[in-house]
């Protein structure tokens, strides 16, 4: 009994740890001028989110998650920024502009909703989890559905990602020539 | 092992997809733009995964690694405009990329 309720607390704390990581990451990422350190703290929100993931016993989309997202996708973007080199805008230069505030209130009307929603319609419905299985969020049971119930949209997964292989490296040999075009016009 | 019911964790979701909003509206730079659409992909996916745990059925987290891979192309294809625009000598600013004219 003395054991659960510790194990409940330290759940908690490092759910409370992994939630403010995660949200000021968030807000990290678009208050930054530099894009270098928005990628960054991008990097600090996928691996508090991880954190979360596993609190929900997902822990195949938590180690995907740090493999693909924080591993390949954004050394990829961490590349591209530092091609382009430091590019700096100044988001909140002059004084706060009409655009500015009404995309404030447009984002925390849809936050204040989504709150409302949620705190309207699912109170006390989800307040019980179901009970999981040991194989919950395992490699095997993800395997499974994927190959059994969602075989279409694992194919279809694999169709996007090859167009967008394709359309990279379309995009990258036509800028290959864009100097000389440049030129002519 | 109980932790914090599914609620919070939408209510995380939903910050962190109103965060990415905002910073595709507010934002100029097309780096820190498609930085905040994987911000609300991964607000999306965090609620998936809650409702996954919820409902203790995988499908959600189907979905969620199906939304990692179309965030993976995205990126690509993101990068590789940003990058032929740079090369173009144009302005990285969404305001002034107004036309599609090569």
């Known amino acids: 009994m003395i054991i659960a309720s510790v194990a409940n607390v330290l759940v908690w704390a490092i759910w409370v740890l992994a939630a403010f990581a995660c949200l000021g990451t968030g807000v990290?990422?678009?208050?930054?001028?530099?894009?270098?350190?928005?990628?960054?703290?991008?990097?600090?929100?996928?691996?508090?989110?991880?954190?979360?993931?596993?609190?929900?016993?997902?822990?195949?989309?938590?180690?995907?998650?740090?493999?693909?997202?924080?591993?390949?996708v954004m050394v990829m973007f961490l590349f591209v920024t530092a091609y382009l080199g430091g590019r700096v805008d100044a988001p909140w230069a002059g004084g706060p502009s009409w655009q500015a505030v009404a995309a404030i209130a447009a984002?925390?009307?849809?936050?204040?909703?989504?709150?409302?929603?949620?705190?309207?319609?699912?109170?006390?419905?989800?307040?019980?989890e179901h009970e999981t299985d040991?194989?919950?969020?395992?490699?095997?049971?993800?395997?499974?559905?994927?190959?059994?119930?969602?075989?279409?949209?694992?194919?279809?997964?694999?169709?996007?990602?090859?167009?967008?292989?394709?359309g990279g490296v379309i995009l990258g040999s036509h800028?290959?020539?864009?100097?000389?075009?440049?030129v002519q016009q | 092992m109980r932790g914090p019911d599914v609620v919070w964790y939408l209510c995380v979701a939903g910050f962190l997809f109103c965060t990415g909003a905002?910073?595709?509206?507010?934002?100029?730079?097309?780096?820190?733009?498609?930085?905040?659409?994987?911000?609300m992909l991964n607000g999306s996916n965090l609620a998936l995964i809650a409702f996954s745990r919820y409902y203790a059925q995988g499908n959600g987290q189907i979905f969620a690694l199906t939304v990692m891979a179309v965030a993976a192309s995205e990126v690509v294809v993101g990068l590789g405009l940003i990058v032929s625009i740079a090369r173009r000598q144009l302005d990285l600013d969404v305001d002034k990329?107004?036309?599609?004219?090569?």
């Open chain 1, 175 to 182: 800028s290959r020539e864009a100097p000389t075009a440049g």
């Open chain 2, 97 to 102: 990329l107004s036309t599609l004219r090569g």
């Open chain 1, 28 to 72: 990290a990422v678009i208050s930054f001028s530099n894009p270098f350190y928005s990628a960054l703290s991008l990097i600090g929100n996928l691996a508090s989110l991880a954190v979360m993931y596993l609190l929900l016993s997902a822990e195949f989309v938590a180690a995907a998650q740090v493999l693909v997202y924080a591993g390949a």
């Open chain 1, 134 to 166: 040991a194989a919950f969020g395992r490699p095997y049971e993800i395997g499974r559905l994927f190959l059994t119930d969602h075989l279409l949209a694992f194919e279809i997964t694999s169709i996007v990602l090859l167009i967008a292989a394709v």
């Open chain 1, 107 to 128: 984002s925390a009307a849809l936050f204040v909703e989504v709150v409302v929603v949620i705190g309207l319609k699912t109170s006390g419905r989800l307040s019980h």
């Open chain 2, 22 to 39: 905002l910073g595709v509206l507010i934002r100029r730079s097309p780096l820190i733009v498609l930085l905040s659409l994987e911000l």
